[in-house]
C-alpha cells in the first residue's frame, strides 16, 4: 500500500518559513522524482517543484523560484520543501506527489503515479 503523507503545514506571516515534509512508504522511493504542487481555493492544482530521484536535478515555478528550496533524503524516503519569504498568494493546500517514469522534469499532475493528502498552509499578511 502507498502511502505519501505530507505535514509541516500551518498558519504563518508574511515574510516567515515553513519546511514541509513527505513520507513516502511502499515504494522504492530511490525510484521515484518527487514533486511538490499546491492548489488555492477556486483555483487548479499547479506545479511548484520537482526533484530527481537522486536529488541532482531541481526545477521550480517562476513564482517560488528563489524562495523555496526542494530537497529529499532517500535514507529516510522523504522530501522537503522549504519555503522562505512566504507571500499571502502562496496560501494553499501543498501535495507531494511520486513520479516513476523518470522523464524529468515533469510538470503536470496527470504524469504523477501516487498523490499525498495535502497539508495546508495559509500566509497572512
Known amino acids: 500500500q502507498v502511502q505519501l503523507a505530507e505535514s509541516g503545514g500551518g498558519l504563518v506571516q508574511a515574510g516567515d518559513s515553513l519546511r514541509l515534509s513527505c513520507a513516502a512508504s511502499g515504494i522504492t522511493f530511490s525510484n521515484y522524482d518527487m514533486g511538490w504542487f499546491r492548489q488555492a481555493p477556486g483555483k487548479e492544482r499547479e506545479f511548484v517543484s520537482v526533484?530527481?530521484?537522486?536529488?541532482?536535478?531541481?526545477y521550480y515555478a517562476n513564482s517560488v523560484k528563489g524562495r523555496f528550496t526542494i530537497s529529499r533524503d532517500n535514507a529516510k524516503n522523504t522530501v522537503y520543501l522549504q519555503m522562505n519569504s512566504l507571500k499571502p498568494e502562496d496560501t494553499a493546500v501543498y501535495y507531494c506527489a511520486a513520479e516513476r517514469s523518470g522523464l524529468m522534469p515533469t510538470f503536470t499532475s496527470k504524469a504523477y503515479d501516487y498523490w499525498g493528502q495535502g497539508t495546508q498552509v495559509t500566509v497572512s499578511s
Open positions: 526533484i530527481n530521484r537522486n536529488g541532482a536535478l531541481t
